[in-house]
């Protein structure tokens, strides 16, 4: 069985850093893409940034130049490195991933870890 264990969430003044990871475990053949997505309270589910098994990135508007996202692949793991964090990035950090597990891909899903900016 496939799990995505985050770490890294925290309490961060506006302006500080925070780093939050996620690591994939259990038995797989691929991992496709990783990322994270946002939920604030109230508001829906957002993707903050992916990365894909070529390299390739995609981050939200309201992200770019301030977040960073990066992958071990020998690790299974996706970082994502918050600067100049504003308020508004508080929200639940959640890990996605599009795994394969022998022919057939599935999307996973972390438990989720809280990020909290104060101003």
């Known amino acids: 069985q496939v799990q995505l264990v985050e770490s890294g969430g925290g309490l961060v003044q506006a302006g500080g850093s925070l780093t939050v990871s996620c690591a994939a475990s259990g038995r797989f053949d691929m991992i496709v893409a990783m990322g994270w997505y946002r939920q604030a309270p109230g508001k829906q589910r957002d993707l903050v940034a992916q990365?894909?098994?070529?390299?390739?990135?995609n981050y939200a508007d309201a992200v770019k130049s301030r977040f960073t996202i990066s992958r071990d692949n020998a690790k299974n793991t996706v970082y994502l490195q918050m600067n100049s964090l504003i308020p508004e990035d508080t929200a639940v950090y959640y890990c996605?991933?599009?795994?394969?597990?022998?022919?057939?891909?599935?999307?996973?899903w972390g438990q989720g870890t809280q990020v909290t900016v104060s101003s």
């Open positions: 996605n991933a599009y795994i394969y597990v022998g022919r057939s891909w599935d999307n996973y």
């Open positions: 990365i894909n098994s070529g390299g390739g990135i």
